[in-house]
């Protein structure tokens, strides 16, 4: 039985040769070719003429490129320390002594605005004055020293 083979019925279709294609010449070499030895290792030779060169280049590159660094980072923070500084100022204008990372300022009472007061008479105890009480009384010292 003959073998089949999944070519079969194309070997019965006749080939037909394009005459735009040709067939290329051989490659012809030169009879001065040098040719390459049996190893090639004499030829990976390592210049170290050029590596003090290289080395001082590199060493200039970085040091540089650290100077750009420093005065970027120089920069931003500068600029940072500047926005700060604008938004203490601002928050300074509404209220004056405002320090955000600071202690609370704590009022201070002026004895030239308000006049030595009268001694008081001591009265038996009393329920503590509230603000707004306190505020009238001083009021009314101020108005009686005038």
Request: no cysteine; hydrophobic share 35%; aromatic share 4%.
């Amino acid at each position: 039985m003959p073998e089949q083979t999944q070519y079969a019925p194309a070997a019965r279709v006749p080939l037909i040769k394009s005459p735009s294609l040709r067939v290329p010449r051989p490659v012809v070499l030169p009879p001065d070719i040098h040719p390459l030895p049996e190893s090639v290792n004499a030829y990976f030779v390592y210049p170290y003429t050029i590596e003090p060169h290289i080395l001082t280049l590199e060493s200039s590159r970085r040091s540089t490129l650290a100077a750009h660094q420093a005065q970027r980072e120089a920069y931003l923070r500068q600029r940072l320390e500047e926005k700060e500084r604008r938004k203490r100022d601002a928050l300074r204008r509404i209220a004056p002594g405002f320090e955000p990372q600071g202690q609370v300022l704590v009022p201070t009472k002026r004895s030239s605005l308000v006049g030595p007061l009268p001694p008081s008479p001591p009265q038996p105890q009393q329920r503590p004055k509230s603000v707004m009480e306190d505020l009238v009384d001083q009021l009314a010292a101020m108005d009686s020293s005038r």
